[in-house]
C-alpha cells in the first residue's frame, strides 16, 4: 500500500487483486498515457484516478471531475468546451471550458460511457489532435491535459450495440485498469472497516473503537 499520511491514503488493502492494481498505477504514472478504468460501482474508480493524477503530476496541478452522467445532455458540450459569448442566446460572457481548467494536470470523466454519439465524436477529435474549440469559437485552443475515463458499463457491449464509438474505445484504451470488487479481495475489508472506525473515532472524539469477532466474521463472509 502507499506510505502516506493517514489523511491522504486514497486507496487501502493489501490483497494480491489490489496489489495489481497498485502495479498498473505504477507503471501509468508517470507516462502521458490515456487510461481507462472499469469495474463494478464502488470500486473505487475515482480514488484510483486521483491516485495516478497524485502520482503523476505536480504538487498543485489541477484535478477536474466530469460526471458526465450527472450533467445534462444539452449542457455538457458547452461545460467540457466552454464557449465564446453569443455562442447562444444565454452565451453573455465567454466561459473556460473543464479541458482548458485542466491544462497541465487531469481530466477524469467518470461514467464516459453515457455520453451522447456526437459528443463522443468530438471527444476523439480533442484525443487525436489535442486540441479544442469552444463553443462559438474559430481558434482551437491547444490542451495537454491528461485524459482519464472512467466506467462501470460493458463497453464493448455498448459498442456491440451501438451506443459506443469503437475508434472512441480505442483512443481511451490505452492503458486498462480494471477494478476489482470488494468481495474478491479478501482481507481488505477489515482493513478498510478498521480505516473508517479509527476515521469517525478521531472526528467525533471517541474512544478506541475495534470490531468484535462476530462483526469481523459477519463482514468477512458478506457477498459484497
Request: aromatic share 8%.
Amino acid at each position: 500500500m502507499p506510505d502516506y499520511p493517514e489523511h491522504e491514503v486514497r486507496i487501502l488493502g493489501e490483497s494480491p487483486a489490489i496489489q495489481k492494481v497498485f502495479d498498473l498505477i505504477d507503471r501509468v504514472a508517470g507516462t502521458p498515457a490515456t487510461v481507462l478504468l472499469t469495474g463494478e460501482s464502488g470500486t473505487g474508480k475515482e480514488a484510483v484516478a486521483r491516485e495516478i493524477h497524485h502520482r503523476g503530476n505536480p504538487a498543485g496541478a489541477p484535478f477536474v471531475l466530469v460526471n458526465c452522467a450527472a450533467i445534462p445532455e444539452n449542457l455538457i458540450e458547452a461545460e467540457l468546451f466552454g464557449y465564446q459569448r453569443g455562442a447562444f442566446t444565454d452565451a453573455k460572457i465567454d466561459k473556460t471550458g473543464l479541458f482548458e481548467l485542466a491544462e497541465r494536470g487531469t481530466l477524469f470523466l467518470d461514467e464516459v460511457g453515457l455520453l451522447p454519439l456526437d459528443l463522443q465524436a468530438k471527444l476523439l477529435s480533442v484525443l487525436e489532435n489535442r486540441a479544442i474549440r469552444r463553443l462559438g469559437g474559430i481558434t482551437e485552443i491547444a490542451t495537454n491535459a491528461r485524459i482519464i475515463a472512467a466506467t462501470n458499463e460493458n463497453v464493448e457491449q455498448a459498442v456491440s450495440e451501438g451506443r459506443f464509438r469503437t475508434d472512441l474505445l480505442y483512443r481511451l484504451n490505452v492503458y486498462p485498469i480494471l477494478l476489482p470488487p470488494l468481495r474478491d479481495r479478501g482481507e481488505d475489508v477489515l482493513i478498510i472497516a478498521d480505516h473508517f472506525l479509527h476515521t469517525y473515532r478521531d472526528r467525533y472524539d471517541k474512544p478506541r473503537l475495534t470490531l468484535s469477532k462476530p462483526a469481523e466474521r459477519w463482514l468477512s463472509n458478506h457477498d459484497f
